[in-house]
Antibody, heavy 121, light 112 residues
Framework: QVQLVQSGAEVKKPGASVKVSCKAS????????IYWVRQAPGQTLEWMGW????????KYSQKFQGRVTITRDISANTAYMELSSLRSEDTAVYYC??????????????WGQGTLVTVSS | QSVLTQPPSVSGAPGQRVTISCTGS?????????VHWYQQLPGTAPKLLIY???NRPSGVPDRFSGSKSGTSASLAITGLQAEDEADYYC????????????FGGGTKLTVL
């Protein structure tokens, strides 16, 4: 069965960086894109960016451009999301999700369990 | 301020039918881009409920259905059950600088 398993919770100080991993199993990793979505406490879902797992091409939300880097390691069936210059507003649960394309847009059929990132001095 | 607008909350009694709306604009739902819906139970990751306006993934009960017309979309839940109490989010493609992935603000469904 398809699974996306993320790394564990992180506590970071303002200004630091965090790198979250997302290991895929149960399907061919390079078949689909991996998206990263975050959810601040009590807030809605917010798209951060995505990676083409075949060629490594990425696209980032304007909001996070310059602070977020998404990479992948095909040999490890794993995608990574690194967010730098952390501030308290970045405290959130970060999710990876598998993107499936159809009818002109992507939807997300499998999600990781989420990784809580807490930014606090 | 989310690009897609949803009511903050809806409620219904067990067995009833409820609908959740999702209103967009010409750069997303109004450009014939499809809408997708997710259910998020407390403390868990979102789960795909409806994709491509009105398609259910395997395992999703047919009590859940979706529709779209113009710049609006709706999720309908019939035969409401206590286990349906959750947050629901719509998602679509947006051709403006907000996109390409946009979500609604989310709707909390309370089963009375």
């Amino acid at each position: 069965q398809v699974q996306l398993v993320q790394s564990g919770a992180e506590v970071k100080k303002p200004g630091a960086s965090v790198k979250v991993s997302c290991k895929a199993s149960g399907y061919t990793f390079t078949t689909d894109a991996i998206y990263w979505v975050r959810q601040a406490p009590g807030q809605t879902l917010e798209w951060m960016g995505w990676i083409n797992t075949v060629n490594g091409n990425t696209k980032y939300s304007q909001k996070f451009q310059g602070r977020v880097t998404i990479t992948r390691d095909i040999s490890a069936n794993t995608a990574y999301m690194e967010l730098s210059s952390l501030r308290s507003e970045d405290t959130a649960v970060y999710y990876c999700a598998r993107g499936r394309y159809g009818s002109g847009s992507y939807h997300f059929d499998y999600w990781g369990q989420g990784t809580l990132v807490t930014v606090s001095s | 301020q989310s690009v897609l607008t949803q009511p903050p909350s809806v409620s219904g009694a067990p067995g009833q039918r409820v609908t959740i709306s999702c209103t967009g604009s010409s750069s997303n739902l109004g450009t014939s881009y499809v809408v997708h819906w997710y259910q998020q139970l407390p403390g868990t990751a979102p789960k795909l409920l409806i994709y491509g306006n009105n398609n259910r993934p395997s395992g999703v009960p047919d009590r859940f259905s979706g529709s779209k017309s113009g710049t609006s979309a709706s999720l309908a839940i019939t035969g409401l059950q206590a286990e349906d109490e959750a947050d629901y989010y719509c998602q679509s493609y947006d051709s403006s600088l907000s996109g390409p992935v946009v979500f609604g603000g989310g709707t909390k469904l309370t089963v009375l």
